[in-house]
């Protein structure tokens, strides 16, 4: 079940590859092609029925072990993977060059197109061990609210995590785990004070929009300006 659920997720990022690398197509609207339309399909499997999961060994990745959530365990597996791969090997500069600057790595030697196919692969993969996580920590296959509106706690993570959005290319690891931390720590505060989860939607919203603006050249610029117009003390 695990293996077929994976290699169905991997199989979705190579979609998402295709469409980025060979049909041009811009990647934010390829994964948001995918999200609905797999969201659909997902539903059209089930009926739109909720599917409980009685089977026991499913539920132990939404349990604990050792006193921590089994999901860290699987965060720091996918992180070390993931580090390894991207700080270790060629792979790594290979990613951000693509991601810098495709035309100018082609031109380099390197095979673009490959490299955003594994790039989007293993997303997919990682978008996969997530949904089995969530999964199993409801023990409830639902296609129509799991992972609902998870994808602005992952543009906020990474925001947060340095990486610029639609810059490309450079990227912290480390910096992105802290930014999911940050996040889920703001989403517990506001739901202990009794925020409802409408409002918190619209409260990230915002932040993605500041954090955003505040990594802009423009608005940097404007930083600047403004503070070489403050007068000097004498």
């Known amino acids: 079940m695990f293996l077929i659920t994976l290699t169905v997720a991997a199989l979705c990022g190579l979609w998402n590859g295709l469409l980025v690398a060979y049909g041009n197509i811009q990647p934010m609207v390829a994964t948001l092609i995918l999200m609905i339309a797999g969201r ?3 539903q059209l499997i089930t009926d739109g029925v909720r599917i409980q999961i009685f089977y026991e060994p499913f539920a132990f990745l939404g349990n604990g072990w050792a006193i921590l959530p089994v999901s860290l365990y699987v965060v720091a597996i996918v992180f070390v993977v993931a580090w390894v791969l991207t700080r270790k090997t060629s792979l790594g ?3 951000e060059s693509v991601g810098i600057n495709a035309r100018s790595s082609f031109y380099s030697g390197v095979n673009e197109k490959r490299v955003k196919l594994f790039a989007y692969m293993f997303c997919g993969l990682c978008a996969g061990m997530a949904g089995l996580v969530a999964s199993s920590n409801i023990r409830t296959s639902d296609a129509n609210n799991i992972g609902l509106n998870l994808e602005l706690d992952a543009i906020l993570a ?3 995590g340095g990486t610029a959005l639609g810059a490309g290319g450079r990227f912290s690891l480390f910096a992105a785990i802290v930014g999911a931390a940050v996040i889920q720590a703001i989403t517990t505060s506001m739901y202990a004070v009794g925020v409802a989860a409408n409002a918190l939607l ?5 932040v993605v929009i500041i954090v955003i603006l505040l990594l802009s050249d423009q608005v940097r610029n404007a930083i ?3 503070a070489a117009q403050r007068p000097k003390p004498v």
Do not use: E
């Open 40 to 42: 659909g399909i997902a």
């Open 93 to 95: 500069m290979f990613i």
């Open 158 to 160: 990474v925001v947060i």
């Open 202 to 206: 619209a409260i990230k919203g915002v």
């Open 224 to 226: 600047r300006r403004l």
